[in-house]
C-alpha cells in the first residue's frame, strides 16, 4: 500500500523526536544533539517528498475537489509544522538548550504533540481518501 512508506518515514521520526527529547536531558552531549536533529530535520525532507509523491500528487489529479481540499489540508498543516520547525531552531540554539534543558523539553513534547495530531489526520482522513482513489482505479481502470 502506498502509505506504509509515510507510515514507516513517520514512525521513524517520532521516534528520532522521542531521542532528541531524551538527549535534552542533562548531562547533555551537544554533538549526540546536533546530529540527531540534523537526522530528524533531513528525515522530514524524506516525508514531504515522499507524502507529495504518494498521497498530494494523487489526491490532488482526482479531480474529486473534496480529495483536492484534503490535499490542501495536508499542505497547510505541514506548512504550520514547517513554521513551527524553523521557529523551535532559531529559539533552541545548543548553548540554549543547555542553559534551559527543562523548557526545551517541554518545547520538544509540544512540537511532538502537534506531530502525533498531524499524524492522526493523516490516518482518518487523508490516508483513507488516498485508498479510495486506489479502489475506484482498481474497479474502473482507465481505458
Not at 525532507?45 to 479531480?63: C, H, I, M, W, Y
Not at 489540508?73 to 540554549?96: I, N, S
Request: hydrophobic fraction near 40%; proline fraction near 6%; glycine fraction near 4%.
Amino acid at each position: 500500500m502506498p502509505v506504509q512508506s509515510l507510515r514507516e518515514i513517520t514512525r521513524d521520526i517520532l521516534g528520532m523526536t522521542e531521542q532528541i527529547l531524551r538527549a535534552g536531558t542533562p548531562p547533555i552531549d551537544q554533538q549526540h544533539l546536533a546530529d540527531l536533529r540534523k537526522k530528524v530535520a533531513l528525515a522530514h525532507n524524506d516525508f514531504f517528498a515522499e507524502q507529495e509523491r504518494v498521497l498530494l500528487r494523487p489526491l490532488r489529479q482526482s479531480g474529486d475537489p473534496a480529495l483536492a481540499a484534503i490535499a490542501r489540508c495536508c499542505v497547510e498543516r505541514d506548512l504550520e509544522g514547517r513554521q513551527l520547525g524553523l521557529v523551535h531552531y532559531q529559539r533552541w540554539t545548543l548553548a540554549r538548550i543547555v542553559d534551559d534543558p527543562a523548557g526545551y523539553r517541554e518545547e520538544v513534547r509540544n512540537i511532538l504533540r502537534w506531530m502525533e495530531a498531524r499524524v492522526v489526520y493523516a490516518e482518518q482522513t487523508a490516508y483513507p481518501a488516498l485508498v479510495k482513489i486506489i479502489s475506484s482505479t482498481q474497479r474502473h481502470p482507465a481505458v
